[in-house]
């Protein structure tokens, strides 16, 4: 059973960046496609990018190229998403999920990112 | 890449049957076999009910059940129980270069 344990809270200003971790546990990170999906308060969710076992990259959605990077620690068994150039609009939950043949497994509980001046 | 339509809400009695919508394109639902529904209770995370169109991970009872015709999937959900009031979000995948897409949401009421 694959279990997944996100980092807590975080309050940014705008412009800054932010860093969430997603450590797993049941599997290895290697034998797991991980994603990541945000929920802005009130609203729906929204892919923003993860891990193609196809192509072997990350693959990030067209909205956040440029903004965000996935990265992972292996040895760690531990997934990171940051985000930079925060702004309001990015105040949500993020959520890491592993995705198998195009839909989502496995979800982490959440971390809320509050951007505020 | 646009999300998915989905009604904002959708309501029923205990015991009763409740049925959402989730329209999509040719270039997503339509496309492919890769619709998949999450149940979110609030301030939960979400939870896989239903993947690739039909099928139902181990544990989801069966009164939950998915389909699919033309550009439109769609979730039922059978002999409604209080605990199935929850938002409900379908997925498709939508091509390599976007991947997965999300549906508006609905929210499902237990009267």
């Known amino acids: 059973q694959v279990q997944l344990v996100q980092s807590g809270a975080e309050v940014k200003k705008p412009g800054a960046s932010v860093k969430v971790s997603c450590k797993v546990s049941?599997?290895?990170?290697?034998?797991?496609?991980m994603h990541w999906v945000r929920q802005a308060p009130g609203k729906g969710l929204e892919w923003m990018g993860g891990f193609d076992p196809e192509d072997g990259e990350t693959i990030y959605a067209q909205k956040f190229q440029g903004r965000v990077t996935m990265t992972e620690d292996t040895s760690t068994d531990t997934a990171y998403m940051e985000l930079s150039s925060l702004r309001s609009e990015d105040t949500a939950v993020y959520y890491c999920?592993?995705?198998?043949?195009?839909?989502?497994?496995?979800w982490g509980q959440g971390t809320l990112v509050t951007v505020s001046s | 890449q646009s999300a998915l339509t989905q009604p904002p809400s959708a309501s029923g009695s205990p015991g009763q049957s409740v049925t959402i919508s989730c329209t999509g394109t040719s270039s997503d639902v339509g496309g492919y076999n890769y619709v998949s529904w999450y149940q979110q209770h609030p301030g939960k995370a979400p939870k896989l009910m239903i993947y690739e169109v039909s099928k139902r991970p181990s544990g989801v009872p069966d009164r939950f059940s998915g389909s699919k015709s033309g550009n439109t999937a769609s979730l039922t959900v059978s002999g409604l129980q209080a605990e199935d009031e929850a938002d409900y979000y379908c997925s498709s995948y939508a091509g390599s270069n976007n991947r997965n897409v999300f549906g508006t949401g609905t929210k499902v009421t237990v009267l």
């Open positions: 049941g599997y290895t990170l290697t034998e797991l496609s």
């Open positions: 999920a592993t995705e198998d043949t195009y839909y989502f497994d496995y």
